[in-house]
Each structure stands twice: as structure tokens, then as C-alpha cells.
């Protein structure tokens, strides 16, 4: 073993119960929050010549699982796929019933989310091809959608309360 990973060991090892203690906080999955707290550390490994610029070692592994934790809870957000909800790609087009409610909640979003619903779900349009007739980012589309599913489910829920 070479002096810069028993370097390395000394230094960063003894932060993973730490590290792993934050990840389990912020996911509540003890699992997913090993998946992180290993990722960081072959960040870290591959960083490791940069380190040494570091001041406080746990500070910094501790604000990496951090924003880790974020990007996975981000990619975790649930979303509602309108399909799924509503049916509508294995119901037949006679259902008339759950496609004319679908019309309808879909005519009470936002002009944008609208067209981007429509585009995604009546038109089969990828992500970059509505990006393209919207004249906006990929990001912006999944954005867009995200906003546009939350509200539908909300439509929905409401719906079914009735």
C-alpha cells in the first residue's frame, strides 16, 4: 500500500460513519444513503490531489454528501405520468368519459404546460422535439411538465374527492 492511499485512509475513512449518519438524515433510505456516501468517496479519491488544499476535511465530505443527497432527492421528486393516471394509452379512444375529463383538466392549466402536455402525451413529442416548437431548453420542458403533472394531480385528487 502506498503512503498516498494510507494517506488517504487516515484521513477520509474515519469520516464515513459521519458521512454516512447525514445521507441516511436527508434520504431516509439506508441503502441509497451508502450508494452516496461510496460515490463521494471515489470522489474524493479521484480529487485526492486537491484535497490537500482542504482546511476542514469532515466540513467538506459532509457538504459533498449534502449536495449528493440533493441531486438524488431532485431526481427522487415524484411526478405524475398523465397516462397512467388518466388511462389513456390503454383505453380505448371510445372511453370518451376519461379522455373528455382529461381534456378538460388539461385546458385548466397554464397556456405552456398545456402544449407541452399535449405535445408529450396527444402528439408522442420527445423531450427535445417539444423543446424545438416551444422554443425553450430540454430543462425548461421537463420543468414545464413536472409543474403541469403536479397540478394535474392535484386536479385529479380533487376530482376523485368529489
Known amino acids: ?3 498516498e492511499t494510507k494517506q488517504f485512509e487516515s484521513d477520509y475513512l ?50 459533498l454528501v449534502k449536495r449528493r443527497c440533493i441531486d ?13 393516471v388518466v388511462n389513456l394509452a390503454e383505453e380505448p379512444v371510445e372511453d370518451d368519459g376519461r ?5 378538460r383538466f388539461i ?6 404546460q398545456a402544449q407541452a402536455v399535449r405535445l408529450r402525451h396527444f402528439d408522442d413529442a420527445d423531450t427535445r422535439q ?7 431548453s430540454e ?7 413536472s409543474r403541469a403533472y403536479s397540478s394535474l394531480k392535484q386536479m385529479i385528487l380533487s376530482y376523485e374527492k368529489e
Open 1 to 3: 500500500m502506498n503512503s
Open 14 to 63: 474515519p469520516l464515513q460513519p459521519a458521512m454516512q449518519r447525514m445521507a441516511e438524515s436527508l434520504l431516509h433510505d439506508e441503502q441509497e444513503a451508502a450508494d452516496v456516501v461510496q460515490d463521494c468517496f471515489v470522489t474524493l479519491w479521484n480529487d485526492r490531489k486537491k484535497l490537500r488544499l482542504v482546511a476542514n476535511r469532515e466540513a467538506w465530505c459532509i457538504m
Open 72 to 84: 438524488v432527492l431532485r431526481r427522487r421528486r415524484p411526478t405524475v405520468d398523465i397516462d397512467s
Open 99 to 103: 379522455l373528455q375529463l382529461a381534456l
Open 107 to 112: 385546458s385548466r392549466l397554464p397556456e405552456r
Open 130 to 136: 417539444i423543446a424545438q416548437t416551444m422554443n425553450v
Open 139 to 145: 430543462g425548461n420542458v421537463y420543468t414545464i411538465l
